[in-house]
């Protein structure tokens, strides 16, 4: 569905760049499609060149103006909530230490490294746990800052799996991509390479560049990983995405974050991952919310999590349901969170709770020595 832009032919909207050329980025040209509410129209200005706005006619689209809270105005429309004095005095800009020696990578798990790539972005998520960087402007790294992330990666052989992410890792051009792609590619101890990306969601048009999808697939194995928050994100235009993937060998997991007002709701989420295996993306992650500046706001209790994760247990095929994990702070990595399904034990004894919340005792031993 296109609630905007119905004049633009087809052939443009189907277009990554017209997408990304024809981006919403003022209150004037964003009030052409919206009645903006006061505390959307200060947020604009006052989050201005601190956390800037930036929206795809595409991404826009999806926005029902009639809904205040409709859930992707909360991700994609600043609010004057992010620069209140109280939710900016209770983040941090880099939660995680992500940010270390060398500029843009983080090397937090022995065998997996995070390379940032670029600070550009199609949509500036206003929940984005690297908010700290939109101030940068939009602007990729230089061939010195990529050679000196490969260089590092070369003389660590622990690292098996690169995970390249930004900003917006698949904006750069496809000549910047293969570039990196085959350098990383040389070192015979990386075995996979994960892009973070965004674009299935914001600018699924990315995915109907064949010339793109050659590269990517030429450099297998590859893993993406999105970002869908909700099940009104996902559209036809997602869903050929996807298919143009999977067609090129190329699995796609999501990472969801819990977000209130967007998403914590159980029945949503039951939807969402529904959704997400009709289009045959696995999800991966639902994230607790980082306590970012500029967004807690969008933080909800651990307990809304749990809730959520005990109400899809049941309902929805083992596969589609995610693992919950939290971020602990100062970058001492994910922990999963579930449930308590064992209430008691005494011994070989079990007490489990059930999926349909009946208490059942089970004895398991072992019997056999071999
Ligand atoms: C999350 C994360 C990864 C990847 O973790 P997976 O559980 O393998 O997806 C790697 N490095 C850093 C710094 C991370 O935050």
Redesign the pocket.
Known sequence: MRRFFQDVPEELWRSYSWQIQNRIKSIEELKKYIKLLPEEEEGIRKTRGLYPFAITPYYLSLINPENPKDPIRLQAIPREVEVDEKIQSLGEPDA?N?EGEIPGL?H??PD???LNVTTFCAVYCRHCMRKRIFSQGEKARTKEEIDRMINYIKNHEEIK?V?ISGGEPLSLSNEKLEYILKRIREIKHVEIIRFGTRLPVLAPQRFFDDDFLDILEKYSPIWI?THFNHPNEITEYAEEAVDRLLRRGIPVNNQTVLLKGVNDNPEIMLELFRKLLRIKVKPQ?LFHCDPIKGAIHFRTSVDKGLEIMQFLRGKLSGFGIPTYAI?LPNGKG?VPLLPNYLKKREGDKYWFESFTGEIVEYEIKEVWEP
């Open positions: 995680l992500e983080t937090r798990y997996r490294v995070l799996d995970l990983n992650y971020d994910k």
